[in-house]
Nanobody
């Protein structure tokens, strides 16, 4: 089974950018469809982005379309989330998730494996 570790979070000013990484271990990343979710204090976990096994198909939540980009490098067993034009409302803990099945990837329940999360804070 795969283990996931996120990194790259931090404090950034509004309008800035960050790149999150999700390193997979214990299995080949190429076996999994991957997603990013986030959870702000007092709110439910929200879908951010997902990428298919091949990397050909990507999906985004409405609130991040045009600003965030998900990508994968299977040779490095890593998935990335490039976040540009950050807003204070992007402040949350960001989680990486993996699943064998490429189905309904915008649903939290579609993913079997989760990382511990990395904090992103955007100041105004």
């Amino acid at each position: 089974q795969v283990q996931l570790v996120e990194s790259g979070g931090g404090l950034v000013q509004a309008g800035g950018f960050l790149r999150l990484s999700c390193l997979a271990s214990g299995d080949r990343l190429s076996r999994y469809a991957m997603g990013w979710f986030r959870q702000a204090p007092g709110k439910e976990r929200e879908f951010v982005a997902a990428i298919s096994w091949s990397g050909e198909n990507t999906y985004y939540g409405d609130s991040v379309k045009g600003r965030f980009t998900i990508s994968r490098d299977d040779a490095k067993n890593t998935v990335y989330l490039q976040m540009n034009s950050l807003k204070p409302e992007d402040t949350a803990v960001y989680y990486c998730a993996a699943n064998y099945v490429e189905l309904r990837m915008w649903l939290e329940s579609a993913y079997e494996y989760w990382g511990q999360g990395t904090q992103v804070t955007v100041s105004s």
